[in-house]
């Protein structure tokens, strides 16, 4: 097998061509470069160097593997950058998955800093419902994601890492008839429900196909969600996200209790997430525990 650093010592010897100048370059001594250029002639069998008192010169078969030895050795330092690059968390792919009312939250912030602060990162986001990012993960499609903790924390196959408590909050047009005014849960029955598949459930509201129970909107996007209830007495039920400034925010009567969701980074706890992701992950801790 090639020795790399042979082979840098036979690059050297040939291009300052001398022994003398190539030990000085290389901190090495004259007999022990000498013996590192006869142990590579002696491993192939063939001269690479003609040697005299005046001078070094390189014969044919030195040539040919000079230019090859010359690209092998840029090829090697070039990983040795990557590999260290890497090991920083600097350079590399970072595939991860966001909950669709997180998105908003934390998405921006984050991807904004790695913009401006020049890590050479292709980062690859997921933006889908809590099952498609779990089978994503298990899958090993994405390295974690971003979502309520809930069902994980219990489950050995997983690695949490907690970002905030989050409370349920309600949220309807100007002019509602819930805005403005103190509302038990049962109130926000008899209107239209728009959430998304994570959160709709929180509230316990009555089931569908009882009397009670209207259209109800299951979304995985928080803007068409807004737009829903923008434009009609559609009731969203959200945790998190960037809620648009125009919907207002209903209290609920202080005798009943919303649910509080704790929002976190859930991973495959046997599996080692990337120095990139890593590096992701902790931006992602620092953006969503200020945002909180």
Same mark, same amino acid.
């Given at each position: 097998?090639?020795?790399?650093?042979?082979?840098?010592?036979?690059?050297?010897?040939?291009?300052?061509?001398?022994?003398?100048?190539?030990?000085?370059?290389?901190?090495?001594?004259?007999?022990?470069?000498?013996?590192?250029?006869?142990?590579?002639?002696?491993?192939?069998?063939?001269?690479?160097?003609?040697?005299?008192?005046?001078?070094?010169?390189?014969?044919?078969?030195?040539?040919?593997?000079?230019?090859?030895?010359?690209?092998?050795?840029?090829?090697?330092?070039?990983?040795?950058?990557?590999?260290?690059?890497?090991?920083?968390?600097?350079?590399?792919?970072?595939?991860?998955?966001?909950?669709?009312?997180?998105?908003?939250?934390?998405?921006?912030?984050?991807?904004?800093?790695?913009?401006?602060?020049?890590? +050479?990162?292709?980062?690859?986001?997921?933006?889908?419902?809590?099952?498609?990012?779990?089978?994503?993960?298990?899958?090993?499609?994405?390295?974690?994601?971003?979502?309520?903790?809930?069902?994980?924390?219990?489950?050995?196959?997983?690695?949490?890492?907690?970002?905030?408590?989050?409370?349920?909050?309600?949220?309807?047009?100007?002019? +509602?008839?819930?805005?403005?005014?103190?509302?038990?849960?049962?109130?926000?029955?008899?209107?239209?429900?728009?959430?998304? +598949?994570?959160?709709?459930?929180?509230?316990?509201?009555?089931?569908?196909?009882?009397?009670?129970?209207?259209?109800?909107?299951?979304?995985?996007?928080?803007?068409?969600?807004?737009?829903?209830?923008?434009?009609?007495?559609?009731?969203?039920?959200?945790?998190?996200?960037?809620?648009?400034?125009?919907?207002?925010?209903?209290?609920?009567?202080?005798?009943?209790?919303?649910?509080?969701?704790?929002?976190?980074?859930?991973?495959?706890?046997?599996?080692?997430?990337?120095?990139?992701?890593?590096?992701?992950?902790?931006?992602?801790?620092?953006?969503?525990?200020?945002?909180?």
């Amino acid at each position: 097998m090639l020795d790399l650093e042979k082979l840098r010592n036979f690059v050297t010897v040939a291009k300052t061509g001398s022994f003398v100048r190539a030990a000085e370059e290389l901190n090495l001594s004259q007999p022990g470069l000498s013996r590192s250029i006869q142990a590579l002639e002696r491993q192939f069998g063939v001269r690479l160097l003609d040697r005299d008192r005046r001078a070094v010169r390189v014969t044919a078969a030195g040539r040919q593997l000079l230019d090859q030895a010359i690209d092998l050795l840029s090829s090697a330092r070039a990983i040795e950058k990557g590999l260290s690059a890497a090991a920083d968390g600097l350079s590399g792919t970072v595939r991860f998955g966001v909950g669709p009312f997180a998105v908003t939250a934390l998405l921006p912030q984050v991807l904004a800093r790695f913009a401006e602060s020049g890590p +050479h990162l292709d980062v690859e986001v997921a933006i889908a419902s809590k099952l498609s990012l779990t089978q994503q993960l298990l899958d090993d499609e994405i390295e974690f994601f971003v979502g309520v903790l809930d069902d994980f924390v219990d489950d050995p196959t997983y690695a949490c890492v907690a970002l905030a408590e989050i409370g349920t909050k309600i949220y309807v047009r100007p002019g +509602h008839p819930l805005a403005g005014r103190a509302c038990r849960i049962a109130d926000l029955e008899t209107f239209p429900i728009a959430s998304g +598949h994570d959160l709709g459930a929180g509230l316990r509201l009555a089931r569908q196909g009882a009397p009670s129970h209207r259209t109800t909107f299951m979304v995985d996007d928080l803007h068409v969600l807004a737009e829903v209830c923008l434009s009609s007495d559609s009731v969203l039920i959200a945790g998190y996200g960037t809620i648009p400034r125009e919907l207002v925010e209903v209290t609920i009567d202080e005798r009943e209790s919303v649910p509080k969701y704790m929002l976190g980074i859930i991973s495959i706890r046997s599996r080692t997430v990337s120095p990139a992701a890593e590096l992701v992950r902790t931006e992602l801790l620092r953006t969503g525990r200020r945002v909180a």
